[in-house]
């Protein structure tokens, strides 16, 4: 019932636009000199590539580099790359995407039935980031909040020489990936993050005592199918904006990704990737000038058209039907130090007689956050545009519906300030786990414990109803509508529809008792 894994999503998409592939030309149209005609072109369709995770209380960062994803022809012939990194290849931070996606880019693909995959990783000392969480399970093999040195990271299955090691991870794809001139597709790979074998602690006898840590990329994917698009949770993207377009319907950008470890003031590299996105013409878009601290909803970009050019962003976006990114909230600097310092991470405490949200960043350090009377709070919900554009609570008062483990991305009114006070709260993913208590036909509960015992809690959750969606069965693909759930073990084999409740009830309604000294063992998973 708990599942953790990192994903690496691939789409055919529509050029420019994510996840749709459309019929388009590339190469000469020039005509034969040998046969009189034209010479035939190749039918392309776009992928783009995304990447996602979920999380570990453990550590902060776990930080790896993609240096490029590759499709290999199911009836033969050369792989075909659809994702090249950019040079500093960035270092994308697994703990950040929990069940979050983040859009790497687009790559032109030849029309065609792809049967596998190779992934390339960065494996030279240093490409793999390690830091721990400033408050992890007790026992746990590092020091809260400390930096694993590139000495104590040992990289498995490196290839190459001294400076240039990767590591190639190979994946046959359950399903073969077909790229067609008039078809949506997408390819959905993961890296199993909670595989026992993918970071192992470990004191070598020759090594003096020092725990050294081994991080294996090898036999941690596997292929899953994506059905919703318009259901994706897509991270906050950076970018340095390059245009407007001329209707002020469309805002477009190159993407940035902050250095890593983050330097004072952070830095950007800025990839080649070119990303748009639309203003909401509907449920307007909320437009922050980071400089000039003022905020506005806009329906359109012609306010802002002349001055953003050139400035550096950050956008919660999300798909819509046709494959076009919808702006939710925009945020815009002249300085890249300045969008980026928003507090993102996972909630690590949630103080409410000091009105107080504490946040865990990238380096394992909490970032306390102050929320005052005008703090807004919203819940990504990209599959109802109205619902993500809406806040859900103000103020105080609200801060006690959220628990540790939340995953959020905050505002701030003075990134300079000290405490700093949140203008806007995202949060992306309401996590609930622990033990499973008081299983019923209509409810259960989760009792959750901590080494803070501050943090705490218990918490019951009702089942949705039977009539409303739910995503789709990984292995049949079946729409799926009510309760579902999975042993951890098969996460792939899920129990919904009719008995999916009662058969819950059944699993998960009881304890076993060993004997001896073992604690009595319930049930426990994750929501």
């Known amino acids: 019932m708990k599942s953790l894994y990192t994903r690496m999503v691939l789409g055919a998409a529509s050029a420019a636009l994510m996840f749709y592939s459309m019929g388009c030309s590339s190469g000469s149209s020039s005509p034969s000199s040998t046969s009189g005609g034209t010479t035939p072109q190749t039918q392309n369709g776009t992928v783009s590539l995304i990447v996602s995770d979920a999380p570990t209380e453990d550590w902060a960062t776990i930080g790896v580099k993609v240096l490029s994803i590759a499709l290999t022809p199911q009836g033969g012939g050369s792989a075909v790359t659809v994702y090249t990194a950019p040079s500093p290849a960035p270092t994308i931070n697994l703990l ?6 983040e859009i790497l880019g687009n790559v032109s693909v030849p029309v065609g039935t792809y049967k596998s995959a190779t992934i390339t990783i960065s494996g030279n000392p240093g490409d793999v980031l390690l830091t721990v969480s400033s408050d992890p399970s007790a026992g746990f093999a590092a020091a809260a909040g400390s930096t694993i040195p590139s000495s104590q990271i040992q990289i498995l299955n490196t290839t190459g020489s001294a400076g240039s090691l990767t590591v190639p991870v190979n994946l046959n794809l359950a399903v073969p990936l077909v790229v067609t001139a008039s078809q949506s597709n997408a390819l959905d790979l993961e890296f199993n993050l909670a595989h026992p074998a993918f970071l192992v602690a470990h004191v070598p006898p020759s090594g003096g005592g020092t725990t050294m840590w081994a991080v294996n990329f090898n036999g941690m994917l596997r292929h899953r199918r994506i059905f919703a698009l318009t259901r994706l949770l897509l991270r906050h993207h950076y970018g340095t904006v390059t245009a407007v377009s001329s209707d002020n319907a469309m805002l477009t950008f190159d993407k940035d990704y902050p250095v890593y470890p983050p330097t004072n003031p952070e830095t950007e590299i800025t990839s080649t990737q070119t990303l748009s996105v639309l203003a909401d013409s509907t449920n307007g878009t909320l437009y922050y000038d980071v ?9 359109d ?3 802002i058209a002349s001055s953003i050019v050139g400035k550096y962003i950050r956008v919660a976006a999300r798909y819509q039907n046709d494959g076009t990114l919808m702006a939710v909230r925009l945020w815009a600097s002249s300085t890249f130090n300045s969008v980026w310092i928003s507090p993102e991470g996972h909630v690590l405490h949630v103080l409410t007689g000091s009105n107080t949200l504490v946040l865990e960043n990238e380096l394992g350090v909490p970032v306390p956050l102050t929320v005052d009377a005008n703090t807004l709070f919203f819940f990504r919900t990209p599959s109802n545009a109205q619902s993500d554009a809406t806040a859900i609570g103000q103020g105080p008062a609200f801060l006690s519906n959220l628990v540790r483990g939340f ?5 701030v009114v ?3 300030a000290s405490p700093m006070v949140a203008s806007s709260v995202d949060i992306e993913i309401a996590r609930y786990d622990g033990t499973i208590t008081g299983s019923n036909l209509t409810s259960f509960s989760y009792a959750r414990d901590f080494v803070n015992t501050n943090d705490d809690y218990t918490v019951q959750l009702p089942f949705i109803s039977s009539s409303t969606a739910n995503g789709h069965d990984p292995q049949s693909g079946n729409a799926i509508t009510g309760f579902k759930w999975w042993n951890f073990t098969y996460p792939t084999v899920v129990d919904s529809g009719t008995n999916a409740v009662s058969d819950f009830d059944n699993a998960t309604n009881g304890s076993v008792n060993f004997g001896g000294s073992v604690v009595l063992m319930q049930s426990a998973g994750e929501t």
């Open 407 to 411: 995953k959020v991305h905050a505002s």
């Open 301 to 303: 970009f012609s306010s």
């Open 96 to 101: 950040q995407l929990d069940q979050l996606n």
């Open 414 to 416: 003075d990134p300079l």
């Open 291 to 299: 400089d000039a601290k003022t905020q506005a909803t806009i329906h």
